[in-house]
């Protein structure tokens, strides 16, 4: 079984947009979450990033930070 791609994003945000893209055009299921919708899931990729930028995307025990194209 993957691991579960898990994306923290914020609306209007364009490197969040295109990292989502790269994903769908991959075929990669992921599920996405809004850090402006609620403070824990903010505080959440907070800790996972260790700094409070957007994109977040986590895949099992890989976590990166931010999105420059594939």
């Known amino acids: 079984m993957t691991d579960e791609v898990v994306i923290y994003t914020k609306p209007g945000c ?3 947009k295109a990292a989502k893209e790269d994903l769908a055009s991959r075929g990669v299921p992921f599920r996405e979450m809004d850090v402006t919708s609620d403070p824990a899931i903010r505080e ?3 800790a996972r990033a ?3 930028s957007v ?3 986590v895949k099992g ?3 990166s930070v931010g999105f420059g194209g594939s």
């Open 14 to 16: 364009p490197y969040c």
């Open 44 to 46: 959440e990729a907070i």
């Open 50 to 52: 260790g700094m409070a």
């Open 55 to 57: 994109p977040v995307i």
């Open 61 to 63: 025990d890989e976590v």
